[in-house]
């Protein structure tokens, strides 16, 4: 199984599976000489942690990170990159293999069973393997250390709506994110979705979210023309990850619904002598660069698959039959995706910067 890794001078590969000893990232590329410790990177684990809420699965799996290269430690538990590959571990402590065991010869409708049974003529049935949510854990790792390369740039992820139930953005406020089960930035969206969500979950179902991106700080000029789009990158990185169904990039679909005058980002000359944009259609994009705008995406997440709801299927021998997956799973699994998203972001930002470094020298 091949594809396993992402970027191209800041560059990822995550190994390990759902119900494995461990799994983990390789960060190759980074450069020498930033410092960081490993609670920068414990802390990112920890707001994706499962466990932390009814509203999440239930695994209790502290994914504690184990720093195994690519560093020297100084004093105070401060680490200092070498410029060789980081390696980062994660265990798993609670897995529960037999709960899939009815399941073994079975696909489960809207997962990736029979499309990696179709491609590899084999699969793992215990939480799907390399194909969980599981995986994203390395990401969120990962992203931490791409951080380090990109210090002036702040990138926050918020969940914008949860099934049926959208925020108010005229209550937008970044500092409820990390007040609530949900990530959402509208404290009365939030209180909805909680009534909304416990019912989905005593009913044995599951529902989707969107999630929105904003790095804010980026330069201009990240990016290159036609095959190294900045935006088309970020598209693929948030498009890889598990379950996403759908991105955009700024106003995105609601572009086509709008006139040449509404959809233009106008602009004036600010005091500094950089040009002040009126508004922010492109999401910070155009022609594949960054303007020095917020960079925006946002991307929709399906309902998880595994639900204890029956539902009509096959086996490997083709028989019919019917599939209600127990175990313990997210009702949403778009809410730990928040800061998914942000360490993909992350990764493709500190990439792009570093490719431009290589082609013309420091961002401004």
Known sequence: MSHNSFGHLFRVTTFGESHGPAIGAVVDGCPPRLTFSRDDVQAALDR??????????????????EILSGVIEEQAGRLTTTGTPIALLIRNVDQR????????????PGHADYAYD???????????????ARETASRVAAGAIARLVIPGVAIRGALVAMGEIEIDRSRWDWSAVDSNPFFCPDPVAAREMEAYLDGIRKSGSSVGATIEIVAEGAPAGLGAPIYGKLDADLAAALMSINAVKGVEIGAGMAASRLTGEQNADEMRLGP???PVFLSNNAGGVLGGISTGQPIVARFAVKPTSSILTPRRSIDRSGAEVDVSTKGRH??????????VGEAMMACVLADHALRHRGQIGPSA
């Open 48 to 65: 994706r942690r499962p466990g932390q809420s009814r509203f999440t699965t239930q695994r209790k799996e502290p994914d504690e990170v």
């Open 97 to 108: 293999s037999k709960d899939y065991s009815n399941i073994a010869q079975s696909y489960r």
């Open 118 to 132: 179709a491609k590899y003529g084999v699969r793992d049935h215990r939480g799907g393997g390399r194909s969980s």
């Open 272 to 274: 500094d002598g950089r």
């Open 330 to 339: 997210d009702p949403c699994v778009g809410i730990r995706a928040v800061p």
